[in-house]
């Protein structure tokens, strides 16, 4: 019995940090959100390919973490113990694993693909590569920053590019992802615009330099040993930290993206002695912290769990104004359907793809502006309206004039005009009725729309100036 424990003593402490995770760590705001896609199947999402909707579809709202931990604990259990103390030694990175999060299913297939084409490049038969194929094709459907393993292996392994059975394996995993660019195609490649266009706010060298100190203490052990490592691993670090630092220079980018460097790790050649055993031990020590409710309050992760959300207690119907995850929370904590409205400008959501469910109806809207009467003792505030969903109302531009009919404008909506700049918003002016045509001023180097609200409610129409 001591034998064994003494050679699987990384592996427990893995599967021990990853069960203290998903049983004492509350349901996320990100992991709340994205269950709130599933009750509608479909080829693709706004925010990420459709892979972790499929899976949270298969859970209810109190087991939707596990179909994510039961694939982390499998990656555990087959991964050599020499490998799991490797990844013992990057702090926080099994926050996420184990969650119901995209990133679980990315860095589970990511593995996948490293074996599968570690088996091709050793026997390329039809088989291998088609297996290889259907990896490829998981990791696609599970987050878009796979695509920087298949060309850091690309770029790796280019000696190989004249194996016919290679063309086999994109074959089949372009079939396999095929039906989800026809939806991107459907739905005007709305992922990609947001990723490549929706996320970025001022340049910032500051955050630039943030993100890469903060990136280089984290996953140290790439720092150290990085120059040993083979060629599709060097490719991988430089291509993400190009990719990642673009991101964080113009003022988006998250430190959980450079967990593709998790595929890296079972490669890197570290001391195997008893001080690194010991440095292992330390750090999960220093993890178990943070299950503490005081030391994530503290760290700041409460913001991640919204409590004051699953704390509200209304029988009538509740949307929530530029707030995305907080209608998620409220759908999980209650059961009960919700909807988040959103201003030109704020960052768009899976809502923005879903029709307005209480349309016509009184509604209570929840929101953290100051609108309408203080919720008790906290952050939210009450206001109530009834609104409308105007975004399919049906209008053209006759040069600077805009033409619509004025009957199928609720009353009580006005004309807003939005300015921006560089992503920042500039000004908002309220132009007239909503039943009259608006007399538009063009700004030159701004990005301005039209928009109909009312008592600056959203109704979900922006018409962006020609």
């Known amino acids: 019995m001591k034998e064994i424990l003494r050679n699987n003593q990384f592996r427990l402490l893995s599967i021990f940090l990853l069960l203290g995770n998903a049983?004492?760590?509350?349901?996320?705001?990100?992991?709340a959100y994205y269950y709130s896609w599933s009750d509608q199947l479909a080829w693709g999402y706004f925010d990420h390919p459709p892979l972790i909707a499929w899976l949270l579809h298969l859970t209810s709202d109190t087991t939707l973490r596990v179909p994510f931990l039961v694939l982390s604990l499998l990656l555990v259990i087959i991964a050599k113990e020499k490998t799991l103390q490797k990844l013992l030694f990057i702090p926080g990175v099994h926050l996420f694993l184990g969650g119901a999060l995209p990133d679980t299913l990315m860095v589970v297939s990511g593995f996948l693909v490293l074996h599968s084409f570690k088996k091709w490049a050793n026997a390329?038969?039809?088989v291998n590569a088609a297996i290889l194929g259907v990896c490829v094709a998981a990791l696609g459907y599970s987050k878009f920053h796979g695509i920087l393993l298949v060309l850091a292996l690309a770029v790796g392994y280019w000696s190989m590019r004249k194996q016919w059975t290679l063309y086999v394996s994109i074959a089949i995993s372009t079939a396999l992802l095929i039906p989800y660019f026809i939806w991107q195609y459907d739905h005007q490649w709305v992922t990609f615009n947001y990723h490549f266009n929706g996320r970025f706010a001022l340049p910032s060298v500051s955050g630039l330099l943030e993100f890469t100190a903060i990136a280089a203490l984290l996953w140290w052990?790439?720092?150290?040993?990085?120059?040993?490592?083979?060629?599709?691993?060097?490719?991988?670090?430089?291509?993400?930290?190009?990719?990642?630092?673009?991101?964080a220079y113009?003022?988006?980018a998250e430190l959980h993206w450079l967990l593709v460097f998790m595929w890296i790790v079972p490669s890197m050649k570290l001391p195997d002695s008893k001080r690194t055993r010991a440095l292992a031990f330390v750090l999960v020590g220093l993890h178990t912290i943070i299950w503490i409710p005081q030391v994530s309050a503290q760290l700041g992760l409460q913001e991640h769990f919204r409590e004051e959300i699953g704390k509200i207690d209304s029988d009538e119907k509740v949307v929530f104004l530029d707030a995305y995850q907080d209608a998620s929370i409220y759908e999980l904590a209650t059961g009960k359907e919700s909807y988040s409205i959103a201003h030109p400008g704020i960052r768009l959501s899976q809502y923005n793809?879903?029709?307005?469910?209480?349309?016509?109806?009184e509604v209570v809207v929840f929101n953290r502006m100051g609108m309408g009467n203080p919720y008790f003792d906290g952050p939210l505030f009450t206001v109530r309206a009834t609104l409308y969903d105007l975004s399919d109302l049906d209008y053209q531009w006759e040069g600077w004039t805009l033409r619509f009919e004025p009957e199928d404008v609720p009353s009580g909506y006005n004309w807003i005009l939005y300015s921006y700049r560089?992503?920042?918003?500039?000004?908002?002016?309220?132009?007239?009725?909503?039943?009259?045509?608006?007399?538009?001023?063009y700004q030159q180097g701004v990005d301005q729309f039209l928009t109909l609200e009312k008592n600056w409610l959203p109704s979900g129409l922006w018409i962006p100036l020609p």
């Open 23 to 31: 049983l004492l760590l509350p349901i996320t705001a990100d992991e």
């Open 124 to 126: 390329p038969y039809i």
């Open 221 to 247: 052990p790439l720092v150290l040993f990085f120059r040993p490592l083979q060629l599709w691993s060097k490719v991988l670090i430089f291509s993400a930290l190009i990719l990642f630092g673009w991101g």
């Open 250 to 252: 113009n003022g988006s």
């Open 353 to 361: 793809l879903k029709s307005y469910p209480f349309d016509g109806e």
């Open 422 to 441: 560089n992503g920042e918003e500039q000004s908002r002016q309220r132009l007239c009725r909503g039943t009259e045509v608006p007399n538009v001023s």
